[in-house]
């Protein structure tokens, strides 16, 4: 269990970059008082992440602009492009393939605490109700931001989540997921207007995840 546990982190780490990685730890700075009191109702236990799905700040050789979002579902990373060959890595949940988007879009909105109002193939596949509102037990979590391509509303989103525990995973929902705390830091460094890049399968630099490499036996 402990050289498959050590396997998991170490393979973690050669496919992330963060060989010459820096962790970057969530700050109570970036909290807003409603946050604060939200989250202390959150319906969840505090999560133990895994080390390869905290946020760090890595190498980048991608040739992306900084301040350009790009999603890289197969290794279940989202990161945000920063100067000089760098970019803060955040660890996401991704829908099931059949449920996946890809393609360059947009933010054309952010909201903090949004509703959720589900499409009818989620209400029929999900047997969710028609409209859940802000606060720790929605599934949008803290902070949301709207991708478009063009003027048409992909009906894809990165937003929050009430379920931390499925951080690098790929579950039914098609959009991105990231730990409350982690997409607020994205809300506060992402503008309107902001370009995101939602890589297909297999075109990403790390084309297996950690998370899934951690299940095969040593």
Same mark, same amino acid.
């Given at each position: 269990?402990?050289? @498959?546990? *050590?396997?998991? &982190? !170490?393979?973690?780490?050669?496919?992330?970059?963060?060989?010459?990685?820096?962790? /970057?730890? +969530?700050?109570?700075?970036?909290?807003?008082?409603?946050?604060?009191?939200?989250?202390?109702?959150?319906?969840?236990?505090?999560?133990?992440?895994?080390?390869?799905?905290?946020?760090?700040?890595?190498?980048?050789?991608?040739?992306?602009?900084?301040?350009?979002?790009?999603?890289?579902?197969?290794? @279940?990373? *989202?990161?945000? &492009? !920063?100067?000089?060959?760098?970019?803060?890595?955040?660890?996401?949940?991704?829908? /099931?393939? +059949?449920?996946?988007?890809?393609?360059?879009?947009?933010?054309?909105?952010?909201?903090?605490?949004?509703?959720?109002?589900?499409?009818?193939?989620?209400?029929?596949?999900?047997?969710?109700?028609?409209?859940?509102?802000?606060?720790?037990?929605?599934?949008?979590?803290?902070?949301?931001?709207?991708?478009?391509?063009?003027?048409?509303?992909?009906?894809?989103?990165?937003?929050?989540?009430?379920?931390?525990?499925?951080?690098?995973? +790929?579950?039914?929902?098609?959009?991105?997921?990231?730990?409350?705390?982690?997409?607020?830091?994205?809300?506060?460094?992402?503008?309107?207007?902001?370009?995101?890049?939602?890589?297909?399968?297999?075109?990403?630099?790390?084309?297996?995840?950690?998370?899934?490499?951690?299940?095969?036996?040593?």
């Amino acid at each position: 269990m402990a050289v @498959r546990g *050590l396997a998991f &982190v !170490l393979l973690g780490l050669m496919l992330g970059g963060c060989m010459q990685g820096t962790l /970057e730890p +969530a700050s109570e700075a970036n909290l807003k008082p409603r946050d604060k009191m939200l989250l202390a109702k959150a319906p969840y236990a505090n999560v133990d992440i895994p080390e390869p799905y905290k946020r760090h700040i890595v190498d980048f050789h991608r040739k992306e602009l900084p301040g350009t979002i790009v999603v890289d579902s197969d290794a @279940r990373y *989202l990161y945000y &492009v !920063l100067d000089n060959g760098k970019a803060i890595r955040y660890g996401i949940t991704v829908g /099931e393939e +059949a449920m996946a988007w890809s393609g360059v879009a947009k933010v054309q909105r952010k909201t903090e605490w949004p509703a959720w109002v589900p499409t009818p193939g989620e209400i029929e596949r999900m047997k969710v109700p028609a409209f859940v509102s802000p606060g720790p037990h929605n599934p949008m979590g803290a902070r949301a931001l709207y991708l478009y391509a063009g003027n048409k509303d992909t009906l894809y989103r990165i937003h929050g989540t009430n379920q931390p525990e499925y951080i690098g995973e +790929a579950i039914s929902s098609g959009c991105i997921r990231m730990t409350n705390e982690d997409v607020i830091d994205l809300y506060n460094r992402a503008k309107e207007g902001t370009v995101v890049v939602v890589l297909a399968p297999g075109q990403g630099d790390s084309p297996q995840n950690p998370r899934k490499m951690a299940s095969f036996r040593s």
